[in-house]
């Protein structure tokens, strides 16, 4: 079965660049959140979107940005990048918002240096 | 005070025992409870899910909840190595998903 797909898997960037970050959700799923996870941490909530419109706002910075394409699938863009920005970000995916079978993909883990 | 506590463990238990995890809430908006397992540099694993207050049964896998304590558990029985993995329980609500920090569990061979 399809599953969430998140690219790249891996990133190395350096301070203050741009990353950006691509989740293509379970087919038919009209809802993908993104969270950050920090070493030895609990996925954080960042945003999310439902039907191409952002639903909710958690701790994204105002460094980043998000949005969901006419196909679904959702790009988290993140500028002046910091140390501390350095995590496993992942997208998950979902039919109807909430959703409460919300699938992970694998995560793109992001360096910055 | 945070709206998921769950015990970061290590939990180590020897193989075949019953696991007992457990999640508390504060949040009595929540109304479906999940767990996932999460093995080392991998992408959450979504296990079950509950919406009721009541016990689900998935092979070796129980999920409990008490929605009058919000209190959930997560039982594994006949526990294996390959379950060694932190398990991170996860509440639904109006704003979206919340997570427990996890519980790290170790399964001795």
């Known amino acids: 079965a399809a599953g969430v797909i998140q690219s790249p898997r891996h990133l190395i960037k350096e301070k203050r660049e741009t990353a950006t970050l691509k989740c293509y959700p379970i087919?038919?799923?009209?809802?993908v959140y993104w969270y950050q996870q920090g070493p030895g941490q609990d996925p954080q909530f960042l945003i999310s979107f439902y039907e191409k419109m952002q639903s909710d706002k958690g701790s994204i910075p105002d460094r980043f940005s998000a949005q969901q394409f006419s196909d679904y699938h959702s790009e988290l863009n993140m500028s002046s990048l910091e140390l501390g920005d350095s995590a496993l970000y992942f997208c998950?995916?979902?039919?109807?918002?909430?959703?409460?079978?919300?699938?992970f993909g694998q995560g793109t883990r992001l360096t910055v240096v | 005070q945070k709206e998921v506590e769950q015990d970061p463990g290590p939990l180590s238990v020897p193989e075949g025992a019953i696991v007992s995890l457990n999640c508390t809430y504060s949040?009595?908006?929540?109304?479906?409870f999940m767990w996932y397992r999460q093995y080392s540099r991998k992408g959450p694993e979504l296990l079950m899910y509950t919406y009721s207050s009541g016990n689900k049964e998935d092979g070796r896998f129980t999920a409990q909840v008490d929605k009058s304590s919000k209190y959930i558990s997560l039982f594994i029985r006949d526990s294996q190595p390959s379950d060694s993995a932190t398990y991170l329980c996860a509440m639904s609500g109006a704003d979206g998903l919340t997570f427990g920090k996890g519980t790290h569990l170790i399964i001795q061979p």
């Open positions: 087919p038919r799923h009209d809802t």
């Open positions: 949040n009595s908006a929540f109304q479906y």
């Open positions: 998950a995916s979902s039919l109807g918002d909430p959703g409460f079978e919300a699938f």
